[in-house]
């Protein structure tokens, strides 16, 4: 019978989310594209012009998984930029690495790592990110304040995720999607059924956008704002520490 990852806790569902991203890491653009429509990459870039990144800023991509947030960012920091991407799947990270290489020669950073614990210097980084990551984490708490430590005092912590539309259409119209027409989709291109069974699951596990808000208020971040995409089902949340 398959296993229900969404329902596990600690060391179990680390190790159940590193194999599911090991295992999908090839198909995963071309999965993610399509179950998005495309709009995956212009929701990374309205979060990334809604947190002002500039030149200057230091950045932590965490699980940045195969690069699209990571080389977003590469881009609008220029040559000099200095961005890293950490993520706890190495072959997500392989694919990372040959879209980087191939982009931008030289200057990459890919480390194979966990949020809550990226070996990074206290108070080291002016922006972190995370898009598609925190609902997959074993413990958010951990991650917050891992977050805290490496992040400068003011510094920025940007997440984009799944989510939950408060308004009940948007939110029927939603779950039908996730239920009925993505398994389909994903049937059609070819792709891993256990793996957006999860995506399903873990979505409707995963705090709503006021919830995060509120979780992220309680855990110490300031000036905590959030944003919805695609009728609520995607939320952005930008805080100070
Ligand atoms: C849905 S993918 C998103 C990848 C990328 N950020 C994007 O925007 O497309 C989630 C990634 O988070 C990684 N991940 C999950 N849990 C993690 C953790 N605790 N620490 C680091 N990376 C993690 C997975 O391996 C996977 O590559």
Redesign the pocket.
């Known amino acids: 019978m398959e296993t229900d990852g969404s329902l596990l806790k600690g060391q179990e569902k ?1 190790e159940y ?2 194999g599911m ?1 090991n295992r999908i890491a090839r198909p ?1 653009d071309k999965l ?1 594209g399509l179950i998005s429509m495309g709009r ?1 990459a212009k929701w ?1 870039q309205v979060a990334l012009d809604w947190a002002q990144v500039s030149c200057d800023d230091k950045v932590a ?6 690069g ?2 990571f080389l977003e960012i590469r881009q609008r920091l220029g040559e000099e930029g200095q961005v890293v991407g ?4 190495e072959n ?1 990270l392989a694919v990372a690495k040959e879209k980087a290489q191939a982009r931008f020669p030289g200057n990459i950073d890919l480390r194979v ?4 614990a990226t070996g990074l210097a206290d108070a080291s980084q002016d922006l972190v990110t ?4 925190l609902r ?3 413990d958010r708490a951990a ?1 917050y304040r891992e977050v805290q430590r490496i992040l400068r005092p003011g510094g920025q912590f940007l997440c984009v995720d799944m989510s939950k539309p408060s308004f009940a259409p948007s939110r029927w119209a939603s779950q039908a999607y996730l239920a009925l027409a993505m398994p389909i989709l994903i049937r059609v291109a070819g792709g891993d059924r256990e793996a957006y069974d999860y995506l399903n699951r873990s979505t409707k596990r995963f705090p709503n956008r006021q919830e995060l808000h509120s979780e992220w208020q309680e855990a110490g971040f300031a000036d905590v704002k959030s944003r919805s995409f695609m009728m609520g089902s995607i939320a952005a949340h930008l805080a100070r520490t």
């Open positions: 680390e989310v590193t991203f995963y993610n995956d990374r991509d965490l699980g940045t998984g195969t699209d947030f950490i993520d706890i799947a997500m790592g966990t949020a809550a995370m898009g598609w990551v997959n984490v074993a991650v």
